[in-house]
């Protein structure tokens, strides 16, 4: 077990309570795109108003955290990296908040043909962050055990590129009846939602360089 964990214990629940909101935020941001996809206006206004709590209040969660680290001298030989790896995981949220935002603005359309090709990346895309985020919460407990969600996450990283590169194939070569700008407006959405699972990936990576760190 990580100290802060021995150290703090309010430092310890704020820490859990912030991974909670990020993974409450996952679960709206999959179902609201799924939702605009499938034309649930009102469920989708409802996912996108429950998120944009979340995130407000992941936020706020987050800076307490900061806040308390450099206040009680938390780890000082590795807070940095902890406090990054927390904006990581922010970031997160702070994207899907975003992208179903645009959606709500930008209302793009959705061909009836490529439909269930955007509900496959989004589901994909959100369990490389599903699995990212057991494996930060497992960091600060059991570090020895991150290694084994870090492989799923790579592993739905890549499925999430692979149906996105597809999805855009499909866009600009076989829907004949969308204009340039339209496909466009797609492709844009599609790489956005494929971001999020960069993130993951990135998450993943830190969470590999900070076991490495803390047993050094």
Known sequence: ????FKRSKSVAI??????DKVDLGTL???KGVNNYINGNSI????NLNSITVLEQEADTIQRKIGNDFYLHSLMPNYSSDILNLLEMVDDIIDMSKD????????TPHIPEAIKKDFSELVNASSKSVKNV???????????????????????????THNLSTNLKRKIFQDIDSLILSEKLHL???ALHIEQISDVAKNIAHQLSSLVIKIKM
Do not use: C, G, W
């Open 43 to 46: 469920e989708f206004a409802q």
């Open 99 to 106: 992208l179903l935002s645009q959606f709500d603005v930008e």
């Open 28 to 30: 709206n941001f999959k």
């Open 187 to 189: 492709r844009y959405f």
């Open 14 to 19: 704020s820490i859990d309570e912030f991974f």
């Open 133 to 159: 985020l057991p494996a930060s919460r497992i960091f600060f407990t059991q570090p020895d055990n991150v290694k084994d969600s870090i492989q799923k996450v790579l592993f739905y990283h890549r499925e």
């Open 1 to 4: 077990m990580i100290s802060i």
